[in-house]
């Protein structure tokens, strides 16, 4: 399966690859009569750009600007659409309402188990609705209907089956940049089914780790009763599959990096800012979820507890801006501030400061030129989908390793294992992991590195992307594959074409699943009237002959069926019905030598025990009454 199909001249056509996300990979800036675009160098735009293969990628988002102007938005329009880049404009309500509103207030805090700072407003859900719909519409407008969509993250969760429905041939993938709450936690959202309907519109679903994949697929069997394999559910004739694909970064990137002069002097002028102290990294957008002020308890803890590290230490925090126009996040930087401001008055000298507080952005080069020199990268957010900071430190380090601490509820701890993971609510754990991070020998902080290392180069942003488009291909072709076995037109009018020349007709039918659908409960699938109509007439037909072939118990086919005049063979064949008189089809048994000393160990070892005393019970095993091949061997030997 290729992103390609053949012409008849033999030359590749290229297909469509639309990303659609909530931003485009550029920025609208007004300036004065003008818009000035700044391209985003973020992880998912590297990795996406990095995809090779025979196919042109457009991109749909919002450009990060609102205007009502419509000659402001045709001006965007037609210089982004030079790059393919279409963009969804939102209005300030919009905006509001559908990011600030239900997707930063109500699904992040929910899915990052803050569910105590969880908002629930009518207003927010119907805008969520309605831009997701507003997304659906640019979308149609744009693709053809065997094109490819990946949609990408939590605030398009809707559009999935809003696409399915409009287009039903659309290939379909999504991936969840943030963690999946566990079903429990899910549950709360008021609006659970839309959501997860919402999702199960893609072909393909993926998330970070195999926890948040399980989640989801736990959350789809109990909310929405779903049916799962293992790793896929059937949708009508379509087929779903769920995986874990750990997003990675851009490694020879950052592992390059100190070559570069521009920023071997960011290394130099670091250096010369933080002297002698070992250095300890903190880099974070402000957020409740990234655990910064608990970082900060446990750094109190250690100057509290380890005084002979006073003047020899220092914490640097960088803390990137984020909705600090937003209640709980202006909340949350005041209380930083004050902590910060608490320690640093309780510690510092006039040589030394505990905590370099740092807010605001960095450049790549001095960004980098940080995780190069720090001796401790300190990671610990309360709850992360993946934490691309941890790998970004690791990637960095050469000849002069460090050590990375890193929370436990972070996604990344799955494949840093030799990070020393800590629980980040538990400040005295945070202390301890600086002591012993500080204290560890150099050889051991090699070796650590070096196997995170090799972690990390493997599973790039490039591999993660690539490994997003080839499964999603395989289940494009299966889903393919399952299409065609269905029956056309054409084949419907074959089949009655031979149907009303035949001189005698076999009609062999299943019953479960063909006549009636699957039921959780068995003897829940009797048969309708219509459906006893139906057999009812080809029966009366002297040309045809109609047999019903189950694995039902043929007491209950009978119960249900046998006023009709229809064949029948029951239990896989151990029963049949002909002419009205059922027949059984089982002869005597016989064993074969191996099963028998095999049943025989078996009854010695477990169930004789079980027999001596009717209370007794194996963990797990009830005792009950046995039937079959049980009392067939209970009774051929003697059980002393």
């Known amino acids: 399966m290729t992103f390609c199909h053949l012409t008849e001249k033999k030359n590749y056509i290229k297909m469509k690859l639309y990303i659609i996300s909530n931003r485009l990979p550029v920025k609208a800036v007004a300036e004065q009569d003008t818009f000035v675009f700044s391209r985003s160098e973020g992880g998912l735009t590297t990795g996406l750009n990095s995809l090779q293969g025979n196919y042109e990628k457009h991109w749909v988002g919002w450009p990060g600007i609102c205007t009502d102007k419509e000659e ?100 379909i993938g999504y ?27 893609a072909d393909f679903i993926a998330f970070h780790t195999h926890d948040y994949m399980r989640h989801f697929i736990s959350a789809a069997e109990r909310v929405l009763h779903m049916d799962f394999s293992l790793d896929e559910t059937r949708i009508g004739s379509r087929i779903v599959r769920v995986d874990a694909l750990p997003m990675g970064i851009n490694y ?144 960095v380090k050469q000849d002069n390793p460090g050590v990375l601490v890193l929370s436990e509820m972070a996604g990344a701890a ?31 902080q090699k070796e650590r590195m070096h196997r995170m290392q ?70 829940d699938a009797s048969p309708t009237p219509q459906l006893l109509d139906t057999l009812q007439k080809l029966a009366a037909d002297p040309l045809n002959h109609v047999v019903i072939n189950s694995g039902r118990d043929h007491f209950t086919l009978e119960k249900w069926l046998g006023a009709l005049p229809l064949s029948f063979a029951a239990e896989h064949g151990a029963f049949y019905k002909e002419n009205g008189v059922w027949h059984k089809n089982v002869h005597a048994q016989e064993w074969s030598s191996g099963l028998l000393s095999i049943l025989k160990l078996f009854v010695s070892k477990i169930l004789a025990p079980i027999l001596k005393s009717k209370k007794r019970h194996l963990p797990g095993i009830i005792v009950r009454p046995m039937h079959g091949w049980a009392d067939y061997v209970r009774n051929s030997w003697s059980i002393p």
């Open 252 to 395: 020879d990137l950052y592992h390059n990096v100190s070559q570069q002069k521009n920023v071997w002097k960011a290394i130099e002028r670091t250096r010369l800012l933080f002297g002698k102290h070992k250095l300890i990294l903190s880099v974070d957008r402000l957020d409740y979820s990234k655990g910064i002020l608990h970082r900060l308890y446990g750094f109190a803890s250690f100057l509290e507890h380890h005084p002979e590290y006073h003047g020899k230490v220092t914490l640097a925090m960088v803390i990137v801006p984020s909705r600090d126009h937003v209640g709980s996040y202006a909340e949350l930087k005041t209380r930083i501030d004050e902590e910060i401001g608490s320690i640093n008055g309780r510690y510092s000298t006039m040589n030394w400061t505990p905590v370099c507080y740092f807010y605001h952005g960095f450049s790549f080069e001095e960004l980098a030129a940080m995780y190069f020199i720090a001796d401790i990268a300190l990671v610990t957010p309360l709850r992360d989908g993946m934490n691309l900071v941890a790998k970004e430190y690791v990637a």
């Open 175 to 201: 991936f969840h940049h943030i963690p999946f709450p566990s079903y429990e936690l899910f549950r709360i959202l008021p609006e659970r089914a839309e959501i997860l309907k919402g999702l199960l519109g």
């Open 414 to 444: 799955v494949e840093l294992t030799d990070a020393l993971l800590v629980n980040p609510n538990d400040t005295e754990q945070i202390e301890n992991a600086i002591c012993r991070a500080l204290e560890m020998p150099f050889e051991e």
């Open 72 to 171: 402001e938005k045709q001006d965007i329009c037609h210089r982004l659409e030079e790059m393919n880049l279409h963009p969804i404009f939102l209005s300030h309500e919009q905006y509001k309402n559908y990011y600030e509103g239900y997707s930063n207030s109500t699904l992040w805090p929910l899915c990052h188990y803050f569910f105590a700072y969880t908002l629930y407003r009518k207003s927010f859900w119907q805008s969520y609705q309605e831009v997701n719909a507003l997304f659906c519409r640019e979308i149609i407008r744009l693709v053809e209907p065997d094109d490819w969509v990946w949609v990408q993250d939590y605030q398009l969760m809707l559009l999935p089956e809003m696409l399915r429905q409009e287009l039903p041939r659309l290939h």
């Open 454 to 523: 090799s972690i990390v180069s493997v599973q790039t942003v490039n591999k993660w992307a690539a490994d997003f488009v080839n499964e999603w291909q395989e289940v494009a072709h299966k889903n393919k594959t399952m299409l065609l076995k269905k029956i056309g037109s054409q084949n419907m009018q074959e089949i009655q074409h031979q149907y009303l020349h035949a001189k005698k007709r076999l009609i062999l039918l299943d019953y479960d699943g063909t006549l009636v659908p699957f039921q959780k409960r068995p003897e």
